[in-house]
């Protein structure tokens, strides 16, 4: 009787501790995106008139050991959602060589699993196992040892006790009436994986294929090169000349301004939704349903639909670097070597070419764009002519999108030869 007792304690501890586990999870998901929604309620107390029970199978299963009241058994409950899905019940017996062969059980096969097999499974070798045994082993955290055993690393066979507690456990098996303590649900269509399998005569509803979303895509705007307001991007002087004919040697100053627009990031995800709908029983076996409560006529069932659904996400896109080059025109080349070089023998190119790199990474707007300016002063023009001012860019690129590249002309800007007649003397 004393050892009834003990496993009455057991079989109380293993409720309450499902009990808890399942409230905390059903309590974390959002009910479209739950399966438990049709199972479970918020308080932790399964919806069995919401179920179809299939009734208790007993399957042939290798890992079970072949003893009398087991005789190589599995035991399972099994029910039907209204969406099509199957929930699982394992004996407690059951479950327990479950947790030592979760690869072959098919715990490991559930689509969701409510409950813990390791914490069953340590709490009903709480004990049987002894710290004496677990050091005899290396182990000096039991979770360490227990999770070993599940895991196949560790033979829980070799201690003495386990004769024993394998008489205990036949014994509580014959009085417990097969306690549940752990959930497993297996998604509709899924039968193989099921214990035992589907029922063959077992009507399960066909669920709408999920949609094909498109495909995610990134849309962004052109990177904008201004310069100052003159030509070229020139912003002073407003004429100038040779540094050579200048006491001052001025030069000439170019300003740069960079707009890079942000990067925006379209995806799409398939969110399902599970809407109970009222509908009628020809068999007179429902409990009724919101609409109809009380009818044996009518019963709930859940309406599975899907949606594609955008998300927008917005990624700034710095600037990497700038690179800008004022170089003299070929036409202006040609006319120093030629037409010059006549009027005044030995003119040639001093500094026809200027080239200057920036680094980023720019300054954030509040709409994501980056901005970048810079003012190149007193460039030291020493050759006439015009001059071309490119700018090219190059972004940093983001976690969606790769480095960008944009080149501008800004035009051309003059600088001015004063022409110098002598006149001969009579």
Known sequence: MK????????????????????????ADQPHQENPWGEVIDDDGNILYGNLTDLGEIHVDAEWM????????????????????????????????????????????????????????????????????????????????????????????????????????????????????????LYTAGNCDAVPGGCPADLDIPTLPAPPVCPAPYIETGPIQITGGSGEGGKTAPENPVV????????????????????????????????????VSDPNGLSTGCPDHPGSPWWKTE??????????????????????????????????????????????????????YSFPGPGVLQGNQSVTWTTTIERIQTADPGDYETIVTVRTSGTVVSAPRQAQVSLGQFLVELVRVTLIEQP
């Not at 007792?5 to 409230?23: G, R, T």
């Not at 799409?268 to 009222?278: K, L, Q, R, T």
Request: some cysteine; overall charge negative; hydrophobic content about 45%.
């Open 3 to 26: 050892k009834r007792y003990k496993f009455l304690l057991v079989i109380l501890i293993l409720c309450s501790f499902l009990v808890n586990w399942i409230a905390y999870v059903h």
């Open 65 to 184: 050991p072949d003893v009398p009241f087991i005789d190589g058994q599995a035991t399972y409950h099994q029910y039907l959602t209204p969406s099509g899905n199957i929930v699982v019940m394992p004996s407690a017996t059951t479950l327990f060589f479950m947790a030592l062969n979760p690869d072959v059980s098919g715990i490991d096969d559930a689509s969701y699993a409510l409950g813990n097999g390791l914490g069953v499974f340590e709490t009903m070798l709480a004990g049987y196992v002894s710290p004496a045994d677990l050091a005899s082993m290396g182990y000096t955290d039991p979770s360490e040892f227990y999770q070993a055993v599940i895991d196949g690393e560790a033979n829980i066979f070799t201690f003495d006790f386990m004769g024993q507690f394998l008489l205990d456990l036949l014994d509580m098996s014959v009085a417990d009436q097969n306690l549940y303590t752990m959930l497993l």
């Open 243 to 278: 540094i050579g004919q200048d006491p001052e040697r001025r030069g000439v100053d170019v300003r740069i301004n960079v707009l890079i627009p942000p990067v925006v990031y379209h995806s799409f995800v398939v969110i399902p939704h599970a809407d109970p709908v009222c």
């Open 302 to 355: 859940i309406d599975i639909w899907y949606e594609c659904v955008e998300h927008t996400q917005v990624f700034a896109d710095y600037l990497g670097t700038a690179r800008v080059s004022i170089s003299l025109t070929p036409e202006s080349r040609a006319w120093i070597l030629t037409d010059l070089a006549q009027a005044y023998p030995g003119a040639h190119l001093l500094h026809p070419d200027f080239s």
